[in-house]
């Protein structure tokens, strides 16, 4: 499976996440954070699950910085992060804890914008 | 301009902060060579990052997936590239999604657009026309953006006032110039953005 690291990958990123698994739609975001709770693996896990646990065993990653450096598709990578977030060997955190409230569709709040004005204002050299 | 996927990514992770924070994404969008992949790299604290997202025309449930299904759907793959900004304090770590905005691509497009802060569209005075699709796409999820005008060495002399005017501007939609090069400039498109993004926080949305 991984006889060299810029090889292209030898699995189609399809069958990445093992037969047979039945894929629920994602509750994770792109932008969900994602790090090793350090369960090991299963025999039923793949290479490729192996990987993604490894990748994120020294820190946090956003699971499309997973798909990434694993140069897997997006979706690919949020459907395996699901599966392992389910199996416990990885633990998540959500982007914008409270962006779930029904009035803001996910958006920041005016709080966090305005934090990000600032950290950017703040960023600027001249 | 160049999209081409590095040939080898950096094998070690840049890990995010530690210690709490949110992530916050923002649209950078406009049509291929404008400087899009330009402006994520200069902000970028990280080297900037590839992935594809693969849409097949049957665009239905996880089921179609399967092997012998994906046979014969036409499936296309579309770039997305993305870079990562901490800001100082490292409780606010933004990410910048870099993005065409094609219609053909809508369903990949709602869920980029998604949560996002709102976009930053870059345009080109040598092909504005090339803009219309992707502000088409921004205003109707409701996004808020904010325009920047990419000078490249050779664009012909502009008036701000005739590009917002050929581009149909709202009144207070921001329209900056940019050097997708410089730090500062690409900053001063961002703030411009976030600006617009709180002003419009509660005036229009749901």
Same mark, same amino acid.
């Given at each position: 499976m991984s006889r060299g690291q810029h090889q292209r990958r030898l699995l189609p990123a399809y069958l990445a996440t093992g037969a047979g698994s039945a894929p629920?739609?994602?509750?994770?975001?792109?932008?969900t954070a994602l790090r090793a709770s350090g369960v090991p693996l299963a025999a039923y896990h793949t290479p490729v699950h192996r990987r993604v646990v490894e990748l994120v065993s020294g820190g946090s990653l956003t699971a499309v910085e997973i798909a990434a450096y694993l140069s897997l598709p997006a979706s690919v990578g949020l459907m395996l992060a699901e599966q392992l977030v389910s199996d416990g060997l990885l633990k998540a955190s959500v982007?914008?804890?409270?962006?779930?409230?029904?009035?803001?569709?996910?958006r920041p709040s005016l709080q966090l914008m305005e934090e990000v004005l600032n950290g950017l204002q703040s960023l600027r050299v001249a | 301009m160049d999209s081409s996927p590095s040939a080898s990514p950096d094998p070690r992770p840049v890990y995010l902060p530690e210690g709490d924070h949110q992530r916050v994404k923002i649209l950078v969008a406009?049509?291929? =060579?404008?400087?899009k992949t330009t402006a994520i790299r200069t902000l970028s604290q990280i080297p900037t990052l590839h992935t594809d997202e693969v849409m097949t025309d049957?665009?239905?449930?996880?089921?179609?997936?399967s092997f012998v299904g994906l046979r014969d759907k036409t499936t296309t793959t579309v770039a997305i590239d993305f870079g990562r900004l901490t800001l100082p304090g490292d409780r606010v770590v933004l990410y910048l999604y870099g993005t065409p905005g094609q219609r053909r691509f809508l369903p990949l497009w709602e869920g980029i657009a998604? =949560?996002?802060?709102g976009a930053l569209v870059l345009v080109d005075t040598r092909r504005l026309d090339e803009s219309f699709e992707v502000m088409d796409l921004i205003e109707e999820r409701g996004l808020p953006y904010a325009v920047a005008?990419?000078?490249?060495?050779?664009?012909p002399d502009y008036d701000l006032e005739i590009v917002r005017k050929k581009l149909d501007l709202a009144p207070d939609t921001p329209l900056v110039t940019c050097d997708a090069r410089e730090m500062d400039s690409s900053l001063n498109s961002l703030i411009a953005l976030t600006a617009h993004s709180i002003a419009s926080a509660g005036v229009g949305a749901s």
């Open positions: 629920l739609p994602s509750t994770l975001d792109t932008l982007p914008i804890p409270d962006a779930l409230a029904p009035s803001r569709a996910g | 406009g049509p291929l =060579g404008v400087g049957a665009a239905a449930g996880a089921d179609d997936l998604f =949560g996002a802060l005008v990419n000078t490249f060495p050779d664009s």
